[in-house]
């Protein structure tokens, strides 16, 4: 079985602070996401990347950074943490370099808290 | 970009048949359709994808008219446990993954 495991299930942090959400796949995928899910808005992509140290913006970018160092390993960067980031980040993975219809596996999911 | 609609909420008894209906109506040639389930404190699960007419596997059937404008999942025989909230997906199958679009998903709530 695919796993995808996320650091954190759950996180509380002040307004300011730099956050790190740590995710980790074990299925040798080349592509790896970060959304984040708020009530009535579904998944919203924030970042993806396809192979290690590339990364592309998804739709809501702002406020944030990736890194991907090694190829199991995507983390999300709050450089400055805000309340209007308070939200539940999900970690997904996929094995397909070509395509996108490959099926995405998802972490538990990060409820973030931001003071 | 292709946007999707779905109902916000479903209900539904134990060993019905249940059929949630995603509306796509700007879906491009090259774009395919997949649904996600979600439970509680749980990121979201893989369960059919399609690109025209029917798709069957062990969950569940997807149904896709001629014109693709919208797709239907079916759910035979629900239980309990597919209380759930249910995504739908429309994305191209080449490139471009910030094209990727969830929806707000339905809620399917099944009752005893």
């Known amino acids: 079985d695919v796993k995808v495991t996320q650091s954190s299930r759950y996180l509380v942090k002040r307004t300011g602070e730099k956050v790190f959400l740590e995710c980790v796949q074990d299925?040798?995928?080349?592509?790896m996401f970060w959304y984040r899910q708020d009530p009535g808005l579904g998944l919203r992509l924030i970042y993806f990347s396809y192979d290690v140290k590339m990364k592309e913006k998804g739709d809501i970018p702002e406020g944030y950074s990736v890194s991907r160092e090694k190829k199991e390993r995507f983390s999300l960067i709050l450089e400055s943490a805000s309340t209007n980031q308070t939200s539940m980040y999900l970690c997904?993975?996929?094995?397909?370099?070509?395509?996108?219809?490959?099926?995405?596996?998802f972490g538990p999911g990060t409820r973030l808290t931001v003071l | 970009l292709a946007k999707t609609t779905q109902p916000i909420s479903m209900d539904s008894y134990e060993g019905q048949e249940v059929n949630i209906t995603c509306s796509h109506n700007n879906i491009a040639t090259n774009d395919y359709i997949t649904w996600y389930q979600q439970f509680p404190s749980q990121g979201p699960r893989f369960i059919i994808q399609?690109?025209?007419t029917k798709v069957t596997n062990e969950v569940a059937s997807l149904f896709i008219p001629a014109d693709r404008k919208s797709s239907t999942l079916s759910l035979p025989r629900v239980s309990l446990s597919d209380t759930a909230v249910y995504y739908c997906l429309v994305g191209p199958f080449s490139g471009g993954y910030n094209k990727l679009i969830f929806g707000a998903g339905t809620r399917l709530a099944v009752h005893p």
């Open positions: 299925m040798d995928h080349e592509n």
């Open positions: 997904a993975s996929s094995p397909s370099v070509t395509g996108n219809t490959d099926t995405q596996y």
């Open positions: 399609g690109y025209k």
